[in-house]
């Protein structure tokens, strides 16, 4: 679909021509506060130390700076396609101007499950961490909770804010990222003060096998399919620590949704991307430095790794504040989550690849309110009843694809409309989109053959609802029937 179709689609989307029902409410610091609303949660929290102890040692600091790195280079991609088409629906807007009809839905399905299998995810961390914070019975918060009511209630909560309207989901969004930003400060100034040098030394530990063994689908791809022995520490260990904490920075990409819902699109926009990206990656460098450097990274709680490390020098009530900061940090991330959702649900609808109906926002509050209510149905009862560790892996799989998508989009979109204005653009392009999708693409062969699967499943599935359904009824084979009538 040519640009000028999805840009006037976004203004025009009724009989009247009334404009996009989606208010232009949102500036360029409240962009901002959703990115870091977003990227920082269980990595800050947990994934520094996990990775620390299992993977790359005081190094995962490295880690971080690697994961930035690529999701730099992911970034500045996102951000000359939304300067330059900002519509609701991302990627997958993006895949409708570059690539077409068919690649549009495989990302637009793809994004569903990202972001879908996120909030679920989110979800029952949030609940095991105020289990843990206000001593909650087991039996229904937490991973031990064969229903986990405490993931059910959140989001149903949420969903009722993110269907009021985005400006109250945006200074939501911003209060608990004020509280979780002063949480990570306190980590920062308050560990500075317990930094041990001799727990920084090796600061690449040396290289050794993991313990244990995993299967062969366990395995990830680039060990399992070329027979390549995994390593644990050392430089190969760092990398593969920086493939998993790459996911930590997962979510800037949800900015790009609100480009009908930014006051001015081409500065906000990449303002938004590139800010939140550069707060959250200081404050993960930071953080797994101040980590590593107050307890031995063989001695790290794999947990709760701050709050046992504040604890192990005396300081219980760190502990609590940093646990206070957990809550509020996943309660944000699950809220730019399903407004992301709904905005993506909303662009497929109006294009006719879903139900008209999930198309359409509402005429007072001006949200995309069914497709947020059908998400935040759909995410809770996966919550309710599928653990953590069967969902997070496929969560880091559909972004990395996504991420690929839009890098590739960059350089084919420059091709085909030179003259598109950019208000902003990605430097030394091709080679750059080039680089960012060939570093997704390394960071995806880091995940499991039965991830790998799962996803295969889970894009057939897709392909066959297109098949079915959106070929025949989208708003390009209506236009192809009505002039061939």
Request: glycine share 12%.
């Amino acid at each position: 679909m040519p640009v000028e179709r999805i840009l006037a689609r976004s203004r025009d989307t009724g009989e009247g021509g009334a404009g996009s029902p989606l208010k232009r409410t949102l500036r360029a610091r409240d962009m901002v506060g959703f990115g870091v609303g977003i990227i920082i949660g269980t990595g800050i929290f947990t994934l520094a130390g996990v990775q620390a102890k299992t993977h790359a040692g005081p190094a995962v600091t490295l880690s971080f700076v690697v994961g930035a790195v690529v999701a730099a280079l992911a970034a500045i991609c996102y951000a000359e396609l939304a300067s330059s088409v900002p519509t609701a629906g991302s990627a997958y807007t993006y895949a409708f101007a570059t690539l077409g009809e068919v690649f549009a839905w495989i990302i637009g399905w793809d994004l569903l499950l990202e972001f879908g299998l996120g909030l679920a995810v989110v979800s029952r961390s949030w609940s095991g961490y105020l289990a843990n914070l206000l001593g909650l019975p087991a039996s229904l918060f937490g991973e031990d909770a064969t229903v986990n009511i405490g993931a059910v209630v959140i989001i149903a909560v949420l969903t009722a804010v993110a269907v009021l309207g985005i400006r109250e989901s945006a200074l939501f969004t911003n209060v608990l990222v004020l509280v979780k930003l002063a949480v990570c400060v306190l980590i920062l100034v308050v560990g500075a003060f317990y930094v041990d040098t001799k727990n920084l030394t090796p600061f690449i530990p040396p290289a050794q096998p993991p313990k244990g063994g995993d299967t062969f689908l366990k395995q990830p791809v680039v060990s399992g399919v070329f027979g390549l022995e995994p390593t644990v520490y050392g430089i190969g260990g760092m990398l593969t620590a920086a493939a998993v904490v790459f996911f930590a920075y997962t979510g800037f990409e949800a900015l790009a949704n609100l480009g009908e819902e930014v006051r001015r699109p081409n500065r906000d926009l990449k303002i938004g991307l590139l800010g939140a990206l550069g707060v959250c990656a200081l404050l993960y460098v930071g953080v797994s430095f101040v980590l590593t450097s107050m307890v031995p990274y063989s001695s790290i709680d794999e947990g709760a790794p701050l709050a046992a490390a504040f604890n192990a020098v005396g300081l219980p009530w760190v502990g609590g504040l940093i646990a206070l900061g957990a809550v509020t940090g996943l309660t944000s991330v699950m809220m730019v989550e399903l407004v992301t959702i709904g905005r993506i649900g909303y662009a497929m609808g109006r294009d006719g690849l879903l139900p008209k109906v999930i198309g359409t926002a509402h005429p007072r509050w001006g949200t995309p309110h069914v497709m947020t209510i059908i998400g935040g149905t759909v995410c809770a009862l996966i919550a309710a009843f599928i653990p953590i560790s069967e969902l997070s892996d496929m969560v880091s799989i559909g972004a990395l694809s996504a991420m690929i998508i839009v890098a590739v989009a960059v350089p084919v979109l420059r091709r085909r409309r030179p003259d598109l204005e950019r208000p902003f653009t990605v430097p030394f392009s091709p080679v750059l989109p080039v680089i960012a999708a060939v570093a997704c693409f390394y960071l995806m062969l880091n995940l499991s053959l039965e991830t790998w699967f799962r996803f295969v499943g889970w894009m057939a599935l897709g392909l066959i609802v297109y098949y079915f359904y959106g070929r025949t009824r989208s708003f390009l084979a209506r236009e192809e029937r009505s002039e061939q009538a």
